[in-house]
């Protein structure tokens, strides 16, 4: 999941995806917020009821509103790295912008986290924070290592349907193994070779397509569509009947369980949807990403508001909204936005990536 706008600006015919991606005032933090919120929705069925398949989308499709969320943020963030990668041409820039994006707000919403802890945790406090649950849990998320999907932090939200402490979190680490995966195909001239990036870009969605039946294979999938419209952005046009077409066939497939298939169309529509102009103020659409921040913190903040006993659903779902949105623009303004300043800091200059390595 990425939540950076660097892109690479090359002239370009007009309506492609690389001369409208080069113009800053898009609808990219407007998607990422909507997903997010897409996924807090989704997540409030087995937050108040244990289970997910009365959510309305998973009923009709097979797959939850978070599922879809998910998936579109791996493409955008496919399509937004790449792009960030080929611009600055250095391996060490590139993991250092992606370290400043990502770490600091985990961290905070760790000790938040941590914090909320002493409050509502069913065990006393000296045996809540003697628990090897508690610092694995930490440790395995603060450093984005965690192998278990949901883990659970002993006496934290214990009698809740799920005694998940934060449901959000597993998708990071193959967030940031797809970012490990860039620097290796840009190094090898993949990206400069269409020939070879192809031949490359084929292989890999044949192995998905053999590894279906893994998460990873997934979110590889969908990221590395996100790479290739990145690639091939001044090809690509901006065609609203091709983006409607895509959406038609993306639903018919879903509808057929056909998800291998899915990830091209979803990532064609998502990023019409990015790139088209819709007259949003640009306050609203481009000075303020909360996405990242109401992420990590609307899980915690739906098990809390459950525990307090606020189970009817949209009571929940209401409480929840306004208590992330609030969280999350406190992390933009105090933690995320000056974490990404230190990148003005430090020196610019582009490399070869082959010799950065």
């Known amino acids: 999941m990425n939540f950076d706008n660097n892109i690479f600006v090359k002239k370009t015919a007009l309506k492609t995806f690389e001369a409208h991606s080069n113009n800053r005032n898009n609808n990219l933090n407007i998607i990422r917020l909507t997903m ?29 509103f978070g599922h879809v969320a998910v998936n579109v943020f791996f493409v955008i963030s496919g399509f937004l790295v790449s792009r960030s990668l ?25 000790v938040v986290m941590t914090l909320l802890s002493l409050f509502i945790s069913t065990i006393p406090m000296d045996v809540f924070f003697t628990n090897r649950s508690f610092y694995a849990y930490m440790f395995r998320h603060g450093s984005l290592l965690n192998k278990e999907m949901n883990p659970v932090i ?14 959000s979190l597993w998708t990071l680490p193959r967030e940031m193994m797809m970012y490990a995966t860039l620097p290796i195909v840009f190094a090898t001239d993949f990206m400069k070779k269409n020939k070879v990036f192809l031949v490359l870009f084929v292989a890999i969605n044949i192995a998905c397509f053999w590894l279906n039946h893994k998460a990873s294979a997934r979110f590889v999938s969908y990221f590395y569509w996100g790479v290739f419209f990145a690639k091939f952005a001044g090809q690509v046009p901006l ?18 369980q056909y998800h291998i298939l899915l990830a091209p169309f979803l990532a064609y529509t998502t990023l019409f949807v990015a790139f088209t102009p819709f007259g949003l103020p640009v306050w609203f659409s481009q000075k303020t990403d909360i996405s990242y921040g109401t992420y990590l913190y609307a899980f915690p903040v739906q098990q809390t508001v ?10 929940h779902l209401l409480v929840s909204v306004v208590v992330t949105l609030f969280l999350a623009t406190l992390s933009w303004h105090f933690i995320e936005k000056p974490a990404l300043a230190l990148k003005k800091g430090w020196p610019q200059k582009r490399t070869s990536l082959r010799n950065t390595l």
Request: hydrophobic share 55%; net charge positive.
């Open 36 to 64: 997010a919120l897409a996924v807090l929705f989704s997540h409030t069925w087995p937050v108040l009821y244990g289970v997910e398949d009365t959510e309305p989308l998973k009923r009709i499709f097979g797959v939850t």
């Open 86 to 110: 080929w611009f600055n041409q250095n391996i060490l820039i590139f993991a250092r912008n992606r370290v400043l994006r990502i770490y600091p707000a985990l961290w905070i919403c760790l």
């Open 154 to 167: 002993e006496g934290l939200f214990t009698y809740n349907p799920i005694p998940f402490a934060n449901a």
């Open 239 to 256: 065609n609203r009947y091709l983006a409607i077409g895509s959406a038609i066939i993306f639903m018919v497939l879903l509808r057929l």
């Open 306 to 315: 459950f525990l307090l006993g606020l189970t009817r659903f949209g009571l």
